[in-house]
């Protein structure tokens, strides 16, 4: 028995299985450092792949995404219109004329957030691609004595409109009622009256954006200046972008220590006659010299610090000068004239239909009786279409100063040699609804045909009237008021206005690139040019959350996936150290006493060795 070696008396249990840890640890764990090398090793495998895969996708897809964004926003004019997209915003306009008011429907897609850029208004159009409007007859202005009938005059109007529109976008709709000339010469309190009554019980049975300001009585200056609008936004006036070819001209904008003038495009000027009220519209310069009252200067654009959309217009309007006011101003003027001649030569001309009055502005032998029923006069047409414009010439008002119009309102130079101007209402309907000779404008064509017209017998003009020889909306009152109407314009356009006879840059329209344009565009182009801050602030917030979701779903998923690796990773070597550390501890409790020897520096202390 003593010689007997016992490898258990020289090794204890605990020490036994801490040296088996300790093996155990050698052979299957790595070393701290290969540890380190195994993360910088995947730290720059992780890097390489960021560099040569990850890295160049942001950027793009950035620019993909802002590419992607203005797609969306900027919604091409269609046929009709989409109501069920939730997208699509709406506005209404009633043009409360003199002989009639219309409803206009108006839709527009979310602002693309270029504060450069106009909100994309646009008529809507219905599934069979017609414009939605709907016009009623006569003027509210005839409700002069009855105002408590205003809000059911316009009631069908707006159910129209009401019709067409999403009713959960009715309470975000705006709604305008806007009333020019025929309002605009009734006395200050029938004008009040009915748009009381308009204000009170609209907002009872309609549930639009619809306040106290949003009716009103529109002055001919404001009138005009949504003309001008309307025109130039169509035609893309309004977008600066010059390098299309388009004539260009330099603007100094109004306000302001600006010493370099913008480049922009050369706007359109506006000539727009209607029933009772006449206006011209074109901007002008800087450096020329207009009355307050003469002009108008407004930014058209959401932000008052950004000058693309700032312009200088010369506005002039003329009550009493449309078609149907000129025509009484007429009949009167001939009424009294012709009263005081049968009167001082003891005549009977124009009381019996067998002596009638020739007037030379009606179409040939058409017989007409004119003034009230007390004061009828019996008159006769000629059809002379140059006598009709001479006796028409004083009713111009027009003075021998220079640089004046009618009435001697002052009217800045025009270039027309680098110049172009669109006539709408009369201008249009003079040239097109009888004569057919809608768009480019020649001075000359128009009045041959003008006087071929007047001089046809009005038998015939009315044997063609009931064959549908004229366009479909030409009534019985334009056949008869053609020849009038058309030399009213002439004389307007030429010598009120000093267009020279050889001016080829006006079209007359109705339609332009195939959308109506009518004042009412403008009208909810400058009232809602603010409406564009709303949509940017949005759009902000929404490409901040739309880059954020899609890099994250898109490129932050490689970023995400590679984090995630260097997690693990990190994890097991922290893990594995700390497997080290409890193994050490582990071994330091099964020998105590040789913490003792290390701080000491004594050796290994001598085994008991049975023999």
């Keep these: 028995m003593m010689g007997r070696f016992s490898f258990s008396c020289l090794f204890p249990a605990s020490w036994h299985f801490s040296m088996t840890s300790q093996i155990l640890q050698r052979l299957l764990l790595p070393s701290f450092r290969q540890l380190i090398f195994i993360g910088l090793l995947f730290l720059l495998l992780g890097a390489f792949y960021l560099v040569l895969v990850v890295g160049k996708l942001p950027t793009s897809w950035i620019k993909k995404e802002n590419h992607f964004?203005?797609?969306l926003a900027r919604v091409t004019d269609v046929d009709s219109t989409d109501a069920t997209n939730p997208d699509l915003n709406y506005g209404l306009v009633v043009d409360c004329g003199?002989?009639?008011?219309?409803?206009?429907?108006?839709?527009?897609?979310?602002?693309?957030?270029?504060?450069?850029?106009?909100?994309?208004i646009r008529q809507m159009r219905d599934q069979n691609r017609k414009s939605v409007v709907m016009k009623i007859k006569p003027g509210i202005s005839k409700l002069a004595q009855t105002p408590e009938k205003a809000s059911d005059y316009i009631y069908p109007l707006l159910s129209f409109a009401a019709e067409h529109i999403p009713k959960n976008k009715h309470i975000e709709t705006p709604l305008y009622i806007l009333c020019t000339a025929g309002m605009r010469i009734l006395?200050?309190?029938?004008?009040?009256?009915?748009?009381?009554?308009?204000r009170t019980d609209i907002p009872v049975h309609f549930n639009f954006l619809f306040s106290d300001s949003h009716v009103e009585v529109i002055s001919g200056k404001q009138e005009g200046v949504y003309a001008w609008i309307g025109i130039n936004f169509v035609l893309g006036k309004f977008n600066h972008a010059h390098n299309d070819g388009e004539a260009v001209v330099e603007v100094n904008v109004p306000g302001g220590d600006q010493q370099e003038a913008l480049v922009r495009k050369r706007t359109a000027g506006v000539l727009d006659m209607g029933g009772v009220s006449t206006q011209i519209a074109f901007e002008?310069?800087?450096?020329?010299?207009?009355?307050?009252?003469?002009?108008?200067?407004?930014?058209?654009?959401?932000?008052?610090?950004?000058?693309?959309?700032?312009?200088?217009?010369?506005?002039?309007?003329?009550?009493?000068?449309?078609?149907?006011?000129?025509?009484?101003s007429y009949e009167e003027s001939i009424i009294k004239l012709t009263a005081t001649r049968n009167k001082l030569f003891g005549q009977h001309i124009g009381e019996m239909a067998?002596?009638?009055?020739?007037?030379?502005?009606?179409?040939?032998?058409?017989?007409?009786?004119?003034?009230?029923?007390?004061?009828?006069?019996?008159?006769l047409g000629t059809g002379d279409f140059d006598q009709c414009r001479r006796v028409l010439q004083p009713f111009l008002n027009r003075t021998n100063e220079t640089q004046t119009s009618l009435s001697g309102i002052f009217q800045p130079a025009i270039d027309y040699n680098n110049s172009q101007f669109y006539g709408f209402s009369e201008f249009y309907y003079c040239t097109e609804d009888v004569l057919r000779m809608g768009g480019d404008y020649n001075a000359s064509k128009y009045a041959q045909a003008a006087k071929g017209y007047c001089a046809t017998q009005w038998k015939t003009l009315r044997e063609r009237f009931d064959s549908g020889l004229y366009a479909s909306h030409a009534d019985l009152h334009r056949l008869q008021y053609q020849c009038f109407k058309s030399a009213w314009m002439y004389e307007v356009l030429h010598t009120g206005f000093s267009f020279p006879s050889d001016y080829k840059n006006l079209k007359t329209a109705f339609l332009v690139y195939d959308k109506e344009v009518q004042w009412t565009l403008g009208a909810i182009l400058f009232r809602t040019r603010f409406l564009p801050l709303r949509d940017i602030q949005q759009e902000s917030l929404k490409g901040v959350h739309a880059h954020w979701r899609h890099s994250f779903s898109f490129v932050n998923n490689h970023y995400l996936l590679l984090v995630c690796f260097f997690i693990v990773v990190l994890s097991i070597i922290l893990y594995v150290l700390r497997l080290r550390r409890i193994h050490r501890r582990a071994a330091q409790r099964c020998s105590p006493s040789s913490v003792p020897w290390l701080e000491e520096g004594l050796g290994s202390p001598t085994l008991p060795i049975n023999l």
């Design 284 to 328: 002008v310069p800087k450096t020329e010299e207009v009355a307050k009252n003469l002009l108008a200067e407004f930014n058209l654009g959401c932000d008052a610090h950004r000058t693309d959309h700032v312009y200088r217009v010369y506005v002039a309007t003329f009550l009493g000068y449309g078609g149907n006011a000129a025509r009484q």
């Design 98 to 120: 003199s002989s009639g008011s219309r409803v206009y429907v108006y839709c527009w897609p979310r602002h693309n957030g270029d504060p450069h850029e106009l909100l994309n």
């Design 187 to 198: 006395p200050q309190s029938q004008q009040e009256a009915i748009l009381e009554d308009l």
């Design 69 to 71: 964004h203005r797609h």
């Design 354 to 379: 067998e002596s009638p009055l020739l007037d030379p502005c009606l179409p040939k032998d058409l017989l007409d009786q004119i003034g009230a029923p007390e004061q009828k006069l019996h008159v």
